[in-house]
Nanobody, 123 residues
């Protein structure tokens, strides 16, 4: 199983980026994005599950959109109105089984991880 994240880069505040995570090897019930800023713990960003609405961290709600392309086994994270505090390494994660909201934001419940892609937002 491999998760390959891409799409990061340097963008000015207010700009947009689209991250992609290509999944190879098997299908997953739940896909998510986490991020880790320098000196901080990894934090939940967004998740998408089968037959459920996407779920977002409050800090990104209304600005980020997670989507899934099953034909291409890819999960995207469209990020708009980026701010310097969004600067982090972004990781895609996958979970085999369905998970309830209570644990959706906890990285310990995910089975596979991508290598991360750097997003830097300048002010």
């Amino acid at each position: 199983v491999q998760l390959q994240a891409s799409g990061g880069g340097l963008v000015q505040a207010g700009g947009s980026l689209r991250l992609s995570c290509v999944v190879a090897g098997r299908a997953f019930s739940t896909m998510a994005w986490f991020r880790q800023a320098p000196g901080k713990e990894r934090e939940f960003v967004a998740a998408i599950r089968e037959s459920s609405s996407p779920f977002y961290a409050d800090s990104v709600k209304g600005r980020f959109t997670i989507s899934r392309d099953r034909a291409k086994n890819t999960v995207h994270l469209q990020m708009r109105s980026l701010a310097p505090e969004d600067t982090a390494v972004y990781y895609c994660a996958a979970r085999v089984n369905r998970i309830v909201n209570t644990y959706l934001t906890n990285d310990a419940y995910y089975d596979y991880w991508g290598q991360g892609t750097q997003v830097t937002v300048s002010s």
